[in-house]
C-alpha cells in the first residue's frame, strides 16, 4: 500500500475475508488512536474492540443487521467517556465540571480525531475499515450490550478486516472547491449548487436510484428515502434522550 | 518524515517559520479531507481557510490571543454545515430534516474525520499542526468574523506551517489498556484509575504545575485552574445557544 496515498484512498469496505488480523497489527490501530489530538490532553474517549461472535451478533440488529458487524473480525466502538475522568476527579477530591454540552461535544469531538486516527492506521496496514453512522441510532441499547456506564455515550463504530475484493473506485464528492472557502465563507448561489453537484446527480449508479424509486432527482432520494423527516426525528429524540443520561444538554 | 509512523508522532506545533506553504501542499490537505469517511456521503461541513493578515488579526483574541492564530501561514475552520446540503434540497423541491440533535452530532462527527484527515495530511507533508478547542468557545463571533450563514457551525481550528523547531518527544498519553476495553466496557476500579493516571501525575512537568498553583495533584488543576466550572458553564451556555440557531437541540 502506498501510504502517500493513504489519505486520499479511502473506500468503505463491507465484505471481509474469515482471516484473523494479527495483534500486532491491533495494537498499532490502539496506538494511533491514542496519539490523536484531543483536548487538554484529558483523553476522553474510550475504544471498545469486540471480537466475540456472540457479542456482535447482540449488535447486529442494532446496527440494522448490517452483515459488515457480524462478518468483520474487528468492531470498534468509539464513545464519548466522562466517566473515567470524574472518576480520576473523585479519587483526587477535585470537582469536574465537564457534563455539559459544550463537553459533550468537545468529547465528540476528541473522540471522533483518536476514530480516525485508527481508521487510517487500520487501512495503512492492509485492512478494509467501514464506518457504521446507527450507532447514534441505537446508542441506548448498544450500551447496554457493551455495558456502558453512565458519562459514556457511543458516537462511532468502525469495523475492519481484510477486504473480500480489492475496491480501487472511491466515492464521487463535491469537488474540493464546493466545501472549502477561502479567508471567509462564500455563500452557494443556485449556480454554486447546480455546478457542485452536477456531477454526483449525473452518475449513473445516482440516476437509478432515483429511477427505482420513482422520484424527480437525487436530493428527493436522500429526504424522502435514505433519511426520511420521521426517522430524523425518533432517532433524534432518541439519541437526544440517551446523551441526557450523561450530560445536561440545555 | 516517515510515513510508517505518522500516525504515532503528533506534536501540536505552536511556533513556525515565515515561510509559505506552496498551494500543491494546500491542495493535499483539501483533498486529504474531503475523502475522509462521512455520513451518507453528504459531506455535513465547510471548511475555511484563512491566510490574510486581517482576518487572522480579527480571529486571534476570539482564539484568546494564541500568537500562533497570527503566525501560522495557516489557519483552518472546520464547520459543521447543513447549508449547502439545504440550499440544493430547496432547489430540488426536497424537504430536509437535518436540523435536529442527530444531525448535529453527524455533522460534527464527519466535520472531525475530515479535519483528521486533513491534520495527517499536512503533518505527513512536512508541516506542523495544533487543533484549537477555543472555536466552541467563541464560536458566534468566529461565525461573525468569518460570515457564516445559518446552519454553519464553527467546530474545530487547526492551524499549520513549518515548525520552528524540530520537536520530536510526544506528550503522554493514558496507556492504551486505560482507554481500551475488550469486547465489553470494564469498568474502572480505584486501583485502575491510579494505575493508568500514575505516569502522567508524576512527570516533572506536571508536578511542576500543581505546586505552582498551590494545589494538591493534576487533578484540581484541571478542575480548578485549566477548565473551570464557571467557564466550562459559561462557555457550555454560549455555544449552546449559538447552535440553537441552526439546529433544534431539544
Known amino acids: 500500500?502506498?501510504?502517500?496515498?493513504?489519505?486520499?484512498t479511502h473506500k468503505s469496505i463491507r465484505e471481509f475475508l474469515p482471516r484473523i488480523v494479527d495483534d500486532a497489527i491491533i495494537m498499532k490501530i490502539f496506538n494511533a488512536a491514542i496519539r490523536?489530538?484531543?483536548?487538554?490532553?484529558?483523553?476522553?474517549?474510550?475504544?471498545?474492540?469486540?471480537?466475540?461472535?456472540?457479542i456482535k451478533e447482540e449488535?447486529?440488529?442494532l446496527h440494522f443487521n448490517q452483515m459488515m458487524v457480524k462478518?468483520?473480525?474487528?468492531?470498534?466502538?468509539f464513545c464519548a467517556d466522562i466517566n473515567r475522568f470524574n472518576k480520576w476527579c473523585k479519587l483526587r477530591n477535585a470537582k469536574p465540571s465537564y457534563d455539559n454540552f459544550l463537553w459533550f461535544s468537545t468529547a465528540l469531538t476528541d473522540t471522533v480525531l483518536a476514530a480516525e486516527n485508527a481508521a487510517l492506521a487500520a487501512e495503512n496496514a492492509g485492512l478494509g475499515i467501514c464506518f457504521l453512522g446507527t450507532t447514534m441510532y441505537n446508542a441506548n441499547e448498544i450500551a447496554k450490550v457493551l455495558q456502558l456506564p453512565k458519562g459514556v455515550v457511543p458516537v462511532v463504530t468502525m469495523v475492519a478486516g481484510y477486504p473480500e475484493k480489492n475496491i480501487t473506485e472511491v466515492t464521487e464528492r463535491l469537488p474540493y472547491e464546493?466545501?472549502?472557502?477561502?479567508?471567509?465563507?462564500?455563500d452557494y448561489s443556485d449556480k454554486d449548487i447546480e455546478k457542485y453537484y452536477h456531477n454526483l446527480e449525473n452518475l449513473d449508479k445516482m440516476k437509478n436510484f432515483v429511477k427505482e424509486n420513482n422520484l424527480e432527482n437525487l436530493a428527493q432520494v436522500f429526504t424522502s428515502v435514505r433519511y426520511t423527516e420521521q426517522d430524523s426525528e425518533m432517532f433524534s429524540k432518541k439519541y437526544l434522550d440517551f446523551v441526557k443520561e450523561s450530560f445536561r444538554i440545555n
Chains 1, 2 share one sequence.
Open 59 to 61: 449488535l447486529l440488529p
Open 1 to 8: 500500500m502506498n501510504t502517500k496515498n493513504i489519505f486520499t
Open 178 to 186: 464546493g466545501v472549502v472557502h477561502f479567508e471567509r465563507y462564500h
Open 36 to 54: 490523536a489530538s484531543n483536548t487538554g490532553n484529558m483523553q476522553l474517549y474510550s475504544i471498545i474492540l469486540s471480537t466475540q461472535p456472540k
Open 71 to 77: 462478518k468483520a473480525p474487528l468492531v470498534f466502538t
